[in-house]
């Protein structure tokens, strides 16, 4: 058998330790698939001083060295973040590396550039691991799905806002002692800012609209809410009404040549297939015109599903070595066409607390009928303090209108406080 | 922009027209997406008087001059069965043609052999269409997943079953009715035996294990039994016990290089995600040792879900011969290792009809007991005519064990019918 594909790691963390053990363990099967034997040759760090599986000699801080070292075929960037990941693969690139990368901000951001470089230079540029961890998400959009025009996608795929969120419903913990669990099982960062703000969700979805409809969608033009509002009223009143609540990515087509993405917490009706997406599991759930509804779940963070990922793609990248075939990527790309929110239908739930007297009801109402927002289904309570509660479910209605109506609402004086307004996907 | 990939099609059923619309109605982006435009220049059919959607210098009733036409770039075969398809394809392979097969059960019989034809002349043999319709089960498996190893998989592979079996379950209808149901819905033929009696299931099972394990299961190792016998009582008791009854394939890995492969009716805990899987919708529940459980589902059947697998192929195919790549699949050795499903463990319900008298109980529970099976619940209720009923779950045994015990039962002079026997999959 020939030389093994010698292979240059950036990054030795969690997804780093995973994909060198699946290697270890499985390595004869791996090797058969491949052809060719893998060699994890070189491994990038920053702390030389940190304890590691492996023997010292693998290991530099000197990243640079890797991607421009001749002897290296494919560079694993794990590093995460832009500064210098974007530089070091690039680089890796341009010295005619292969690459795969778990990397989804780099994806969301550069994806069109660099793919388009690797395509140029005849190299492959795989990012599987990128998007839901170990579930196959962006190879099946670009190959078995690839001759359906998407309607529309709906994933869940932050982990720990979904770990939160399960918290929440089944524990009927408030959001901040549920935030705090999730950080003490190792599920959320200190600063957890990038999971419940919808910031890595944001990434995650602009790359599969990306691949989707064939050009890169500029991440600033992604809606994004997070789930800091959610309280458990919320979810309780979501129950009452058959739905759960998630964080979700959405896209749309829109006509011909547009798309709306968005990242929000959504009411999910409880036979929807996301409903029942729980705890760190993520899922896609994705309509095509002519494939209809398909859906794919699986871990979506974690040593070991990623790894798997990064292994799957290390597999594609050596098979086309060995076999011909690297640098057949189809390059998308940038400027993909986004609609803001605005224009977007759909039901709401709104939670509002009310002082109890009369015409409370009536003055909301007719605020709600100037703007042709009628109400599907309602609920009102007595609080403490001469205050009530009134919780709305709307019809369809489009952005625009609900928020002058929202906003008109929060300013009559009957009204004490907005609590909760959530997006409601509307039951089949 | 060159020439157009002309493509041959053998068959223009279900999955030939919604092929052919899917290209006619999504041209521009599949052309986009291969770099080359597509053409089908060439449908063999048995019968050319038939009402066509096309015009009839496309047909051909000659299937041989298609498959050794020099102008054909791809042979995508959506006859079905093996006699002529088997030769065909072979034909088609040594003329030198890529292959875009939706045939189960000639790839279950002849992959391996297909396949390592296709490799030695550097040619692709794509079959996605033929397990799980529109949904991306093959392809993953090959490539995303390929570092696992897989400890399990179990799959809902056959609409048909499946739509009687919801149909059976929603409506309180016997297996009887539902069947007249589904065929009025066109979802099963006048002759059902390869849908319900588990024959389809046992062949996309045993090319998912293939894949899988690496080696070609012999489709006579995969021990196979139909859903005829569910009744509706047993519908209902297995909802009371908090499952439903669906027809699986399943796959265990056993030791290092042998598996065992089963299609049977199984009843699945209500909170496992194949419980949801309902009507003619399909799905693949998967363990792998890294990646952890994956699970996919959609549309298992149908002229468009199916077409967009067979595009997905032909998109993949005309990458490669844009791009160079082709003939880049492992082909997998045959002869895999199959144990029999004796050694199994699993659960089991058993209904019994029974004489209404004493000791009955008592007997019973003897006989499991001498084959050391324990009951973890039990139902118990007289029917008229002096019989009565009586309903066991029993904790995990190996077939063997079940099977001799079922036997002595079966013999007691107070058991007058064993009504029901299925396999349970324990909860979690």
Chains 1, 2 share one sequence.
Not at 243 to 261: H, N, S, T, W
Not at 354 to 382: C, H, N, W
């Amino acid at each position: 058998m020939s030389q093994d594909i010698r292979i240059g790691m950036l990054g030795f963390g969690t997804v780093g330790t995973g994909t060198y053990r699946m290697l270890v363990d499985n390595r004869e099967a791996i090797t058969k698939k491949i052809g060719r034997g893998i060699d994890i040759a070189k491994i990038g760090i920053r702390d030389p001083k940190k304890e590691r599986a492996l023997d010292q000699s693998h290991f530099t801080t000197d990243l640079e060295s890797i991607v421009t070292d001749p002897s290296i075929d494919v560079v694993v960037e794990l590093i995460g973040g832009i500064d210098p990941a974007a530089d070091l693969v690039e680089k890796a690139l341009l010295n005619g590396k292969h690459v795969v990368t778990a990397n989804k901000e780099l994806i969301a951001k550069h994806g069109s550039r660099l793919v388009h470089l690797a395509k140029s230079k005849n190299l492959d540029l795989h990012y599987e691991a990128a998007v839901g961890g170990g579930i196959p998400l962006i190879q099946p959009l670009k190959h078995q799905l690839a001759g359906n025009d998407v309607i529309r996608m709906m994933g869940i795929l932050n982990g720990t806002s979904n770990y939160i969120l399960t918290k929440m419903e089944q524990e009927q913990a408030d959001f901040a002692d549920a935030l705090k669990e999730a950080q003490a099982a190792g599920y959320a960062e200190a600063d957890p800012t990038n999971d419940v703000d919808g910031i890595d969700t944001s990434y995650k979805i602009s790359i599969l609209a990306s691949i989707a409809f064939g050009k890169q969608v500029p991440v600033e033009n992604v809606f994004r809410e997070g789930i800091r509002n959610i309280g458990i009223t919320d979810i309780e009143y979501a129950r009452s009404w058959g739905y759960k609540i998630k964080l979700v990515g959405v896209v749309d087509a829109i006509g011909k040549d547009a798309v709306c993405v968005r990242v929000h917490p959504s009411m999910i009706p409880g036979d929807h297939p996301l409903a029942s997406v729980n705890g760190v599991y993520n899922a896609l759930w994705l309509h095509g015109d002519f494939v209809g509804d398909v859906m794919f779940s699986g871990r979506g963070a974690g040593s070991d599903p990623t790894g798997s990922a990064v292994m799957g793609d290390l597999i594609d990248v050596g098979r086309n070595i060995v076999g011909g075939g690297s640098g057949s990527a189809i390059p998308y790309e940038a400027g993909m066409k986004v609609v803001p929110i605005d224009d977007v239908h759909s039901s709401f739930y709104l939670r509002l607390r009310v002082k109890d007297r009369p015409k409370t009801l009536g003055q909301i109402s007719m605020v709600f009928g100037e703007y042709a927002i009628s109400i599907a289904e309602m609920q009102m309570k007595t609080l403490p303090d001469n205050l009530g509660e009134i919780v709305f479910l709307t019809h369809r209605a489009s952005e625009r209108s609900f928020a002058q109506a929202l906003r008109e609402v929060e300013n009559l004086e009957a009204v004490d406080q907005v609590a909760g307004v959530i997006r409601v996907e509307d039951k089949q």
